[in-house]
């Protein structure tokens, strides 16, 4: 069992319409638990759930509005919740470090506020909101890192976890305590 | 002559395959006299470890045993395995001993694994403050 928080990036290229853009959010804090068994000396499954904190990112796309083209300006904030199952494979056995390397299934509840901005010579436009929507993504991920005992049982780990949908489309590095029962 | 030419290439390429082949089976075989005396060897070395040494025992079928040597027979030893957890004691009879070696821990108390675990805990320390720097640089811009 083991607690980990992390740093959460993620690739949101579809939503903004100008190439060379930040398409990435990547100011999101995460947090979460996992529990595990070992099949073997080797061979865990693992079972982690967990939860980010909002992240903003702008959007630049360009519209029409009363036949002229205008920019709108995005704002968009993003808050996760998370259930992961994987299969993992951990090196050496009963030692003091140990490398791993896994790959599973992601589901995540992707929650998004959006509000909206013109930009034009038309006359001020206030921020137009829209209602809080949620989704769920369900993506394969893959995760390598290592423990480092600092007892017989009770360690230090960290991983960088990838989650994928057409490249890579979330980053997650993260450090954490645990214990083995 | 194109014929004979492709003939001698064919030759050519084939007659050093077969060579190579050949070479291990003369190399792995093995008299058994030589295997009693490395029994022998091994037994005779391992007659003057001291117990509570630290050992390296590698099985005829290639299992490392790393731990400290808590018992010594005629036939065998036994080894404490120097593991994280504690593990059953593990009896190698010489039998099946294919080679031995004393580890001597250097005088700092250093080893590969711990140096392993050191650097691994720096680097993570590290990676763990870039982290927060990071947070506080991104949060703090707003």
Known sequence: MSGTFGWLSADKSELDSYAGGNDWYNRSLSGGVSLGWYWTDHWKTDIEGGISSGAELQAYTTTVVDGRPVSLRSSYEFATRRLAISQQYQFYRNAWFHPFAGAGLDLTWEQTDRVDEFFSSLPFRPGTPHPTRTELLTRPFATFGFKAYMTPRAFFRTDLKLVFKEGVDETLLRFGLGVDF | ?142
């Open chain 2, 1 to 142: 002559m194109k014929r004979f030419i492709a003939l001698l290439l064919c030759v050519g390429l084939v007659a050093p395959g077969c060579a190579t082949s050949q070479t291990p089976r003369v190399q792995t075989a093995r008299p058994t006299p030589a295997r009693v005396a490395d029994r022998d060897v091994l037994a005779d070395y391992a007659g003057q470890l001291r117990l509570g040494s630290r050992i390296k025992a590698t099985t005829t079928d290639n299992r490392i045993v790393r731990g400290t040597l808590v018992k010594r027979t005629d036939q065998a030893l036994v080894i404490q395995p120097r593991t994280r957890v504690a593990e059953p004691l593990i009896e190698v009879p010489f039998d099946e001993l294919l080679a031995l070696e004393q580890e001597v821990p250097s005088p700092s108390g250093a080893s590969t694994g711990r140096a392993v675990a050191i650097g691994a805990g720096v680097g993570a320390g590290a990676a763990l403050g870039v982290l927060f720097l990071l947070f506080a640089v991104l949060w703090g811009g707003d």
